[in-house]
């Protein structure tokens, strides 16, 4: 066995300024051909890549661009999922970056494989290299002698070698798959054919159960554990106790379920520190020790007494990911290499955390003794429980050489254990002048930080890890920094004209309910506070919603944006035909205020709850890539960001969370789902950003002033909830 060295936490940000020559997207760390492409039979290539399928369709993405810029028919392109052992280490799957940063990345490798092999053609040909044409993967000479294909071309090329970054990938008018809405997506056809795709379907030769028993918080004690003759199982179930980490192993699931709930009976648990008031969750934020930062900073802070003076504080709640497959992962121990299979979003990032998890142990493995792959999840929306899962899995199978465990949670595990999207109080305050126009912006926001992925810390960030004899604390979830987008900063310096603007960020530094990544980050809350607050004073200086945002922006695309969503809808013109209860509404936002610019209009009706009727949506993600994937992404965001906003919300009373089950932690049904459109501004000649979670923010914000136009009540509280809007009407009423 190799010797062990402890992984070095992975930063959020790339260094291009580090010497070397700058190469695009992920290339830039993996600068060899061989990590992007082989072309190991004929008429084929294999297309690698770090980034993980999440239901997002990256594989697809992929796939076309190396069939573009090679030319190649896209039944040639395999495109391989991630492992650890082949294939560019790209850390995460998340921030909406798979398509700029992996496939910025494969397009010049592509780009440049495609040079060489155009080379080398045109040496057997004797001809220059520009009349040499490729078409579905096949060399031509001017007079049309086949020359062969890349395979025959590049045999004895060694493609392990430094990228030269001097290709130049194919201009817009050269390019013929791209932008296109009629890509089958590689993985569809199994998943609606019931065909075994995803982790849960995975089976392996002489496969144990595994489960683990925990406590209802983090940090609660074992008070007492039973002897062995009260809890004698039947044959053949094992299970053991490390620190707060009780395990039991089965042969089968049911022996497996059966056992952990005979230990739950007999389990006793010392509880933690209380849980805060759930009801007051503002004044936990604000009350809580936490560290300041100033996100942005500009003009003057003295701020007029004249003028439109405005202030509110908005609010959301806690979040689960609430994936409809529960965790899972499998992992075998051979005693020389450990195997793992999952749904984590970040393969390397899990494996540096592994090690540091393992490095006490007896007998250490080592990062090169650890192999990785990624297997489909049912849904991942950030980080999940996928890693936790899967060292659970990890301690399972060295306690059982040579047969793999498969481990999966439990529906109340993934509910209760998973981290979640933190709570996020925002409060706005804003100056007006005569004329209407915005002055003065102030935007204060207390939250966790949105961020304890694995292999950012030094400790390791994997459950199990923390709850051993002996263990490390979870690391305290942080915020990614602003330039890598941020975290529970995220969005929330304004993209408006606001000449005086301050914005800061307390982060909370106590964590009683663990919290981590969640789709958009702190955007989603954000722009929800924004968006909400525009509305608000648009109303109160006297002016339409849409035109007042426009006044205050000075950037062409968004611009476009907005004026698209609206002329593009089949309904949002016959506004005063409706009857009373309908209510409209209206949002953007440009993610990360780098990425996606997504613009929302929302059409609800409001009664004793909230109803979605239609919801447009306009967005511009540069040069699209797939048509069809584009939509897909804008619409499951737009879903997803409409049963947070009008449903979801985690429960706790002061010793556990108590929405372990769907009933106590409602989402969307698809009877509930609306209309949704979606107008996809192409820009071929700018460059791909990601379109997942541009969606989020703008269609909370477009919900809650639609609500705001149907029931004359503002609400800033989330979710819109029958309950939320009771009280925002009483509390109206009391004014």
Wanted: glycine share 8%; hydrophobic share 45%; net charge negative.
């Amino acid at each position: 066995m190799t010797n062990v060295s402890t992984p070095q936490p992975r930063g959020f940000i790339v260094d291009r300024l580090d010497g070397q020559v700058p190469l695009p997207g992920s290339l830039h760390t993996n600068r060899r051909l061989s990590q992007w492409l082989a072309f190991d039979e004929s008429g084929f290539v294999q297309v690698f890549t770090g980034k993980v399928e999440l239901g997002q369709g990256i594989l697809t993405a992929l796939q076309l661009l190396a069939a573009e810029e090679l030319d190649m028919p896209l039944a040639a392109v395999h495109v391989c999922s991630a492992n650890t052992a082949r294939g560019p280490d790209e850390g995460m799957t998340s921030g909406s970056l798979s398509v700029q940063d992996s496939g910025s990345a494969l397009r010049q490798a592509c780009a440049e494989v495609r040079a060489m092999a155009l080379l080398r053609a045109a040496a057997l040909a004797g001809q220059p290299a520009h009349t040499i044409t490729v078409s579905q993967g096949r060399f031509r000479s001017a007079q049309g002698q086949d020359l062969g294909d890349y395979a025959t071309l590049l045999r004895g090329v060694k493609l392990d070698i430094e990228c030269a970054g001097t290709a130049r990938p194919k201009a817009a008018a050269e390019r013929r798959l791209l932008g296109q809405a009629s890509t089958p997506r590689l993985d569809l056809a199994d998943k609606v054919f019931g065909q075994a795709r995803f982790i849960h379907d995975l089976r392996l030769p002489g496969m144990l159960h595994g489960r683990v028993l925990r406590p209802a918080t983090p940090d609660a004690t074992l008070a007492r554990l039973p002897d062995a003759a009260v809890a004698a199982l039947p044959a053949g179930v094992r299970w053991w106790a490390d620190g707060r980490f009780i395990a039991v192993v089965a042969g089968s699931e049911r022996d497996a379920d059966t056992a952990t709930s005979r230990l739950a009976g007999l389990v006793e648990w010392r509880a933690g520190a209380p849980l805060p008031d759930m009801h007051d969750l503002g004044g936990f934020l604000t009350s809580a020790p936490h560290q300041t930062t100033v996100t942005a900073e500009r003009g003057d802070a003295d701020w007029p007494a004249d003028g439109l003076h405005h202030e509110a504080v908005y609010l959301k709640p806690y979040l689960a990911h609430a994936s409809i497959g529960p965790s899972c992962a499998l992992a075998q121990w051979d005693g020389r290499q450990l195997q793992v299979w999952t749904h984590s979003q970040g393969i390397h990032n899990l494996r540096d955390d592994i090690v540091k998890a393992l490095a006490r142990e007896a007998v250490p493995v080592a990062k090169a003794d650890i192999l990785i792959h990624h297997v489909e999840g049912s849904g991942c929306y950030g980080h999940n429980g996928a890693d936790d899962v899967a060292f659970d899995a990890v301690l399972m199978a060295l306690r059982c050489p040579g047969q793999p465990v498969r481990v999966l949670w439990s529906r109340a595990d993934e509910l209760t254990h998973s981290p979640l999207g933190s709570a996020h109080r925002a409060m706005l305050k804003a100056r007006c002048d005569a004329t209407g126009q915005i002055t003065h912006w102030h935007h204060e926001l207390w939250a966790n930080g949105y961020s304890s992925r694995p292999g950012r810390a030094l400790t390791p960030a994997l459950l199990a890890a923390s709850e051993r004899a002996d263990a490390t604390p979870l690391p305290l979830p942080i915020n990614p920094p602003l330039a890598a987008g941020g975290g529970a900063e995220r969005n929330a310096v304004p993209a408006y004209k606001m000449p005086h603007l301050k914005v800061l960020n307390h982060r909370l530094t106590v964590a009683p309910l663990r919290t981590s990544a969640m789709r958009a980050l702190g955007a989603y809350a954000n722009v929800f506070a924004i968006e909400s607050f525009m509305d608000e004073l648009a109303h109160q200086s006297g002016q339409d919603a849409l035109a007042f945002r426009k006044r205050h922006l000075d950037d062409p695309r968004a611009l476009a944006l907005l004026d698209a969503v609206v002329e593009r809808s089949s309904w949002w013109h016959r506004r005063a035909e409706e009857p009373e209860g309908i209510g409209h509404g209206l949002a953007w936002a440009r993610y990360k205020n780098t990425g996606a610019w997504c613009a929302v209009i929302a059409r609800v009706r409001v009664d004793a709850e909230v109803r979605v009727l239609n919801l447009d949506l306009a967005v511009d993600v540069g040069m699209v890539v797939d048509l069809d994937g584009v939509i897909n992404q804008i619409e499951g965001g737009a879903i997803q960001s409409a049963s947070w906003t009008l449903k979801e919300r985690v429960t706790f009373n002061r010793e556990a969370i108590t929405s372990d089950e769907w009933l106590s932690y409602p989402v969307m049904r698809f009877s509930e789902v609306p209309e949704v459109t979606v107008h996809v501004i192409d820009r071929p000649d700018e460059p791909s950003v990601g379109a997942g979670e541009a969606a989020q923010g703008p269609v909370a914000a477009a919900l809650a002033n639609a609500v705001h136009d149907a029931l004359g009540v503002r609400v800033r509280e989330l979710p819109l909830s029958a309950d939320t809007l009771l009280r925002a009407v009483h509390a109206a009423e009391s004014v």
